[in-house]
């Protein structure tokens, strides 16, 4: 048995790492984000995409078996939201987040700030997720991986 080393790297590290086969466009419809991450609230916007993860050469994967998704999103919270996270998970300044570079130039300055116990409340069973908030707004970025 062999295991992809995708598999093994963390959710920091698989999206810029992997190479997506299978990448959406740009979205901005907030319903799949608040039902995978509830404790975004009700979000006022989101600029985001999502993918598989994979081999990068055209022809089919030479071994068939589960896809691994991803999501990176910059999501703007409600005011109250923000706060509430920002003093439950106290997340302290990190270096800038690497997004897909569709996402890029939507990115807010930084600095960034990132806990891990607000990844842990912003993951769940099914994603594993990295956050940022932007210091100084309401502006969260989530990169989470369905493994």
């Known amino acids: 048995m ?18 997506p086969l299978q990448a959406n466009h ?13 404790a975004i609230g009700n979000p006022t916007e989101a600029t985001w ?3 598989s993860l994979g081999d990068s050469s055209e022809r089919p994967a030479r071994v068939p ?9 910059i999501i703007t919270l409600q005011p109250e939201t923000a706060d509430a996270l920002q ?3 106290a997340p302290s300044p990190t270096g800038e987040p690497q997004l897909n570079e569709n996402l890029r130039s ?21 994603w594993r997720s ?8 309401n502006t969260l ?7």
Do not use: Q
């Open 49 to 51: 995409m999502s993918g």
């Open 65 to 73: 078996g589960p896809s691994v998704y991803w999501i990176e999103a």
């Open 130 to 137: 990295t956050t940022y908030f932007a210091s100084d707004s």
């Open 26 to 38: 740009i979205r901005h419809d907030l319903d799949p984000l608040t039902k995978r991450f509830p």
């Open 106 to 126: 939507e990115m807010p300055p930084g600095p960034f700030l990132t806990s891990k116990a607000m990844d842990k409340a912003l993951s769940n069973t099914d």
């Open 141 to 147: 970025i989530i990169k989470s991986v369905d493994d």
């Open 87 to 89: 003093t439950k998970y």
């Open 2 to 19: 062999s295991v992809s080393p995708a598999a093994c790297r963390s959710a920091h590290e698989a999206t810029p790492a992997a190479t």
